[in-house]
């Protein structure tokens, strides 16, 4: 079965600091995985995803993230936090590309600070 | 930019009525799919459709029903509302043989 966590309910930085989402899965098949975004009072956006091409991804609004098996680890990153950063980030995997049904983590929220 | 549309976006209903969630997507996809979503919990599947006539229950038990008449809407309806209902439901869809699900904005939904 698969599953995700996600180490931080919430994490704070400063504008301009790095900003790293951290995620874990759980799959007893190769994963696809998946960053989501979500701003208040609205959908999930998708950020990025990795589907065996490539490890490290890059995404939109500058974010990337890095498959790394030997951690079962999706970690997702940004250079330089903005403010217009601060939302709830979802990371989720998939069985296959199949359109199995994502499951989800609980979500990071977070917060930029000027 | 994706295209899935959820009406209302917010609906306060008392308790015993029977209401509807709309969600319409104009981009042709095949997998459709409603998730519960409770503030600082992850998403829940409650019900998916892999194509017309096509519904099933998902993880998390819910008292909602859902049909697929037509490929780009997939209602979901509560027959009786109740307090427990109160929550924020999102739709989705995805094609085929795509693994990522393309979001509605959402319906929130307070049953008093």
Sequence with gaps: AQSVTQLGSHVSVSEGALVL???????????????????????????????????????????????????????LTKPSAHMSDAAEYFCAVSADQAGTALIFGKGTTLSVSS | EADIYQTPRYLVIGTGKKITLECSQTMGHDKMYWYQQDPGMELHLIHYSYGVNSTEKGDLSSESTVSRIRTEHFPLTLESARPSHTSQYLCASSAAGRGEQYFGPGTRLTVT
């Design chain 1, 21 to 75: 989402l951290r995620c874990n899965y759980s799959s007893s098949v190769p994963p696809y995985l998946f960053w989501y975004v979500q701003y208040p009072n609205q959908g999930l956006q998708l950020l990025l995803k990795y589907t065996s091409a490539a490890t490290l991804v890059k995404g939109i609004n500058g974010f990337e993230a890095e498959f790394k098996k030997s951690e079962t680890s999706f970690h």
